[in-house]
């Protein structure tokens, strides 16, 4: 049963942009905390940035503040992830994630109960 679409991945170059949206059911939406992670061939999932409920916190890794944006829309139960100033170690399959933790921003993984199926994003050099 699939519980998130995923959109927006795509082959781009350094440089360039991408606008990942996330869909969910109000179930699975209102509530919740929403985060994104990526996993790269080989490597861990690892946390790329998370809204709390209302939208009013958020957070990035490292390696993305400055670069990317996370935002929410809570009307239409979907979540938003801008990605600018791509670079190749930016390739990865990047997932959606709903969280119980919704006041917060929680970064690691365990702390997401709902996952998406991922979609891919191919940076070149």
């Known amino acids: 049963q699939v519980q998130f679409v995923e959109s927006g991945g795509g082959l781009v170059q350094t440089g360039s942009s991408l606008r990942l949206s996330c869909s969910t059911s109000?179930?699975?939406?209102?509530?919740?905390?929403m985060g994104w992670f990526r996993q790269a061939p080989g490597k861990e999932r690892e946390f790329v940035a998370s809204?709390?409920?209302?939208?009013?916190?958020?957070d990035f890794a490292g390696s993305v503040k400055g670069r990317f944006t996370i935002s929410r829309d809570n009307a239409k139960n979907m979540v938003f992830l801008q990605m600018n100033s791509l670079k190749p170690e930016d390739t990865a399959v990047y997932y959606c994630a709903a969280s119980g933790m919704w006041r917060e921003t929680p970064t690691r993984s365990v702390d997401y109960e709902h996952w998406g199926q991922g979609t891919q994003v191919t940076v070149s050099p």
């Open positions: 809204i709390s409920g209302s939208g009013g916190l958020v």
């Open positions: 109000k179930l699975l939406f209102d509530g919740y905390a």
